[in-house]
């Protein structure tokens, strides 16, 4: 039985920090992948970060590369999304997905669908 449930949004003004938390549990696997997606009203979700909890490597969408930092809260399943600079364009409904399994390591993984356990998401607004 995986749990997902995110924590942390609001709203910020640009330039701004928050840090997003997604309390994960019920995970059988010892090797995962654990990501952020983001999706704003009349878009399409877009993939942010993802990190493997077997090889601790990380993966970013060029839009937040050098500016978010996905993590493992104390080295549990619970992927942490620490934003900084953040841009009016960063507002959208962030979702934290799970992929009990899964290598992390391809393209594959920016795809929504490779993911089969999500958070109810929290939402994030940025003010310019």
């Known amino acids: 039985q995986v749990r997902l449930v995110e924590s942390g949004g609001g709203s910020v003004q640009a330039g701004g920090s928050l840090r997003l938390s997604c309390a994960a549990s019920g995970f059988t696997s010892s090797s995962d992948c654990l990501a952020w997606f983001r999706q704003a009203p009349g878009k399409e979700r877009e993939w942010v970060a993802r990190i493997s909890t077997y090889t601790a490597t990380t993966y970013y969408a060029d839009s937040v590369r050098g500016r978010f930092t996905i993590s493992l809260d104390n080295g549990k399943n619970t992927p942490d999304l620490r934003m900084t600079s953040l841009k009016p364009e960063d507002t959208a409904m962030y979702y934290c997905?799970?992929?009990?399994?899964?290598?992390?390591?391809?393209?594959?993984?920016?795809?929504?669908?490779?993911?089969?356990?999500w958070g109810q998401g929290t939402q994030v607004t940025v003010s310019s």
């Open positions: 997905a799970a992929a009990p399994g899964g290598s992390c390591s391809t393209a594959y993984w920016v795809n929504p669908r490779s993911f089969a356990y």
